[in-house]
């Protein structure tokens, strides 16, 4: 399970959103190898003047949080991360100094999906990668 929270400035943000949920998505699959039919993103189109940023970002400066269930290893979330970076860039030609990501995981009990814990689902694939 993983659900996609994209944030960025509207006019940016808003002509992309379908392609980089593409990308995002052909990430986590690799990485993590979720069925392709698993895609949860949301996005978070900003007026300029609520989204605030450091010097050195551009109106592109894109913030990308995943929540996921634990079990993935190390190195399988420091490959969805550079995945992300990589093909963000190659892509959608935004830098990786306009995209942060962040990963949140928690323990399947503290999901709630299709009216049962997530620690009670029978999922059609496996967390601990």
Known sequence: MAQIKIYG???RLNPVKEELSEVIHSCVVEAFGLPVDKKFHRFFPMNREDFYFPEGR???YTVIEISIFEGRTVEAKKQL??????????????SPQD???TIFETPQHNWGIR???GDELTLGYQVNI
Request: no cysteine; proline share 4%; aromatic share 4%.
């Open 58 to 60: 551009t109106d592109r």
């Open 81 to 94: 991360i550079r995945l992300l970076f990589e093909r963000i860039q190659h892509q959608l030609h935004i």
């Open 99 to 101: 995209v942060e990501i």
């Open 9 to 11: 400035v509207r006019e």
């Open 115 to 117: 009216g049962l814990p």
